[in-house]
């Protein structure tokens, strides 16, 4: 039985009532099938997959599995207490019952024989930090098993023109095998193969824009370059960095018209939480800064914004391979891995990122030449964080991010963001720009820049297009599952799958 974060961690206690209230099972027999029963897997550092429930809620909903766990982490800090006798501190950040809540990750964890993270980055952050206490007292119950994705729908299904290609160059494994992809690698200097990749990329672009059409009435130059960020609407993801580069070039622009800015369209998919309001106030100011460029005739034909709506599954099958650029620029330390990253190397867009989640193993696998890894990473965030993050300071250190930040006080579409500046610059609930976007925002322009540039050499851009292509095999979710059956399940095929 698999935990895939803490939401169905009350199969623990479950399988424990199970065992002794039916089968009638003593406590330490139950407790040893349980515990060689249940793994756990944590998706995020984020709150909401460190569940914590109020005591009289769980007690009076569920009296019986409350018992149960009462009883699991009595015995369990009983052992903590042999082991670090009067450490009351450790204790109670391990206890699974504490002032006043149950802690499902902390049950998670006690009750799992295995517990992992979902990229090598990610692994490390949960025994450094949440789970610190956990690893120093069971380093053997941890490891990491990177997520992966499903190839024969992301790549196979949904680029039938790459696909077609592929099977063209070095045959139909990769069907089944991901890692059969590296094959393609050997064409990299193969004129007439990049040639046919920024065909297919273009191809694919064409069928986006039209999708895009039906689906918002914008009509999008399929010769400008495809930014594309796709992923849930949150903070730490940095749509709201994304929003600031846009500004930039737009300051650019009504600065200097003529100034030599490649046509640009970003594409933004992502759906908001009912109640995140802050969520909701980007997605908004992303809809009025679309509306403000469409209607400036001198930023119409340069930079475009186009806001997909109910972004789902189906759309992103045609979205992901029209894309030339894959924004990953969550803050180092939050991504726990990310598979959008992956669905969109896959399919040939070129990673723009910090080394956060999985982007550090896109990283080792297509190489610094094939990927845009800008801004700090996790050991310089929390260094920052240490000696007192002051956002005002890079505000003030920059004219072009002042300027950039003050557009924010004038109306935008219409509207009022000033909201926007005050939680960029202002304390808002005791600190300013909490997910450090000044603090990457140079280091994120620039990068760009560079990638603006290499993007007007078609070959060399096709080039780093394949070899994204060539090296993402290992983030084949067929890796990811033998990872999970033979390390963590020890489970073995019934039949091998030709």
């Not at 909401?48 to 009595?74: H, Q, S, T, Y």
Request: charged share 25%; proline share 3%.
């Amino acid at each position: 039985i698999h935990i895939n974060d803490t939401h169905p961690a009350l199969s623990i206690p479950e399988l424990m009532r199970i065992l002794m209230d039916v089968y009638s099972y003593t406590w330490d027999d139950a407790w040893s099938v349980v515990v060689k029963t249940i793994s756990y897997t944590n998706h995020t550092v984020l709150p909401e997959a460190l569940e914590c429930w109020r005591l009289d809620l769980f007690g009076m909903k569920l009296p019986r599995i409350f018992m149960i766990v009462n009883e699991i982490n009595k015995r369990f800090t009983a052992d903590l207490w042999n082991l670090y006798p009067g450490d009351w501190d450790r204790i109670s950040r391990m206890a699974i019952v504490a002032y006043n809540q149950v802690r499902m990750a902390n049950l998670s964890i006690v009750g799992s024989h295995t517990v992992n993270g979902v990229s090598k980055l990610h692994s490390e952050i949960l025994k450094k930090t949440i789970f610190h206490d956990f690893y120093k007292m069971t380093p053997w119950k941890f490891t990491n098993v990177t997520n992966g994705v499903v190839h024969r729908r992301w790549l196979n299904y949904s680029n039938p023109a790459l696909t077609g290609l592929l099977s063209e160059l070095i045959g139909d494994a990769f069907k089944d095998d991901g890692r059969e992809l590296i094959g393609l690698a050997k064409y990299k200097d193969d004129a007439s193969v990049l040639e046919r990749i920024a065909e297919i990329k273009h191809h694919n672009k064409e069928t986006f824009a039209y999708y895009a059409y039906n689906k918002t009435g914008k009509r999008i130059d399929t010769n400008s370059i495809f930014d594309v960020q796709i992923k849930r609407m949150h903070e730490y993801k940095r749509q709201l960095l994304n929003v600031l580069k846009i500004m930039s070039l737009y300051t650019e622009i009504m600065d200097n018209p003529n100034a030599d800015i490649p046509p640009q369209t970003f594409i933004f998919g992502c759906k908001a939480a009912p109640s995140y309001v802050m969520a909701k106030k980007l997605i908004k100011l992303i809809w009025f800064l679309s509306e403000e460029l469409e209607r400036n005739p001198l930023t119409r034909d340069k930079i475009k914004i186009v806001f997909m709506e109910e972004y789902n599954v189906s759309l992103a099958e045609v979205l992901i391979p029209s894309a030339d650029i894959s924004e990953q620029i969550s803050l180092a330390g939050k991504e726990a891995s990310g598979t959008g990253n992956m669905k969109l190397m896959m399919n040939g867009a070129v990673t723009m990122g910090t080394m956060d989640g999985a982007n550090v193993e896109i990283y080792e696998a297509c190489g610094k030449d094939n990927i845009y890894i800008f801004g700090l990473n996790s050991d310089e965030v929390d260094e920052l964080w240490k000696s007192g993050y002051n956002a005002r300071r890079f505000d003030h250190n920059s004219e072009h991010l002042r300027r950039v930040v003050d557009r924010f006080y004038s109306p935008i579409g219409g509207q009022d963001f000033s909201h926007i500046a005050d939680y960029l610059i202002n304390s808002v609930n005791g600190v300013a720009d909490p997910f450090m976007c000044l603090a990457d925002f140079e280091s994120y322009t620039h990068t760009y820049r560079r990638a603006m540039k290499d993007y007007a050499d078609r070959q060399k851009w096709s080039r780093m297009s394949l070899m994204n292509t060539a090296t993402s095999g290992v983030f084949a979710s067929d890796n990811s599952i033998r990872n999970y059956a033979e390390n963590i399940w020890h489970a073995t095929p019934i039949c091998k799958i030709k």
